[in-house]
T-cell receptor, first 113, second 112 residues
């Protein structure tokens, strides 16, 4: 059974810092990997999707990498801002067309002004 | 920008009652999903739906649960006889073929 782990569970950084969030998964036979942002009491906002054949994806200040063989992904956030404060979730897609997402427990990020 | 919508935002029900949670996926999407998140726990996959039938389901999705696409726009999750442990946030999601899943804002279900 797939297990997804995110480290650290919580992170507090000053504004402007670059940071890296980590995600690891136990079964490398994944279809894709998706990073989400979740604000308190709200839904999930998709940030980046990496297909299993890809190594990285970029969107603005965000860069996600995938090393399938070692079961790892990282989300790099450049020049962090207070508005980046949220919980960041990693999810691996398995099954038909990556239908079944297995989520990690998230990293709760606080960016201090 | 198109988005997934869900109603109601909060549903309170008594144990043993039936509830129907409603979702309107993004209009050109073909795959539909339900997930749940019990307070303080991970988001968990329940079921995927494609071409008017269930594609995959988890162990959580037992006979108490059912899904339906009653028309061209709605996608529903029914829980036949709610239990206290069904209290959670339920998220609907949808996607096109190979792209990312887009999630709705969720319905908070409270079973008393």
């Amino acid at each position: 059974k797939q297990e997804v782990t995110q480290i650290p569970a919580a992170l507090s950084v000053p504004e402007g810092e670059n940071l890296v969030l980590n995600c690891s998964f136990t079964d490398s036979a994944i279809y894709n990997l998706q990073w989400f942002r979740q604000d308190p009491g709200k839904g999930l906002t998709s940030l980046l999707l990496i297909q299993s054949s890809q190594r990285e994806q970029t969107s603005g200040r965000l860069n996600a990498s995938l090393d399938k063989s070692s079961g790892r992904s990282t989300l790099y956030i450049a020049a962090s801002q207070p508005g980046d404060s949220a919980t960041y979730l990693c999810a691996v897609g398995e099954g038909n067309a990556g239908n079944m997402l297995t989520f990690g427990g998230g990293t709760r990020l606080m960016v201090k002004p | 920008e198109p988005e997934v919508t869900q109603t109601p935002s909060h549903q309170v029900t008594q144990m043993g009652q039936e509830v129907i949670l409603r979702c309107v996926p993004i209009s050109n999407h073909l795959y539909f999903y339900w997930y749940r998140q019990i307070l303080g726990q991970k988001v968990e996959f329940l079921v995927s739906f494609y071409n008017n039938e269930i594609s995959e389901k988890s162990e959580i999705f037992d006979d108490q649960f059912s899904v339906e696409r009653p028309d061209g726009s709605n996608f529903t999750l029914k829980i036949r006889s709610t239990k206290l442990e069904d209290s959670a946030m339920y998220f609907c999601a949808s996607k096109e073929q190979i792209y990312e899943q887009y999630f709705g804002p969720g319905t908070r279900l409270t079973v008393t």
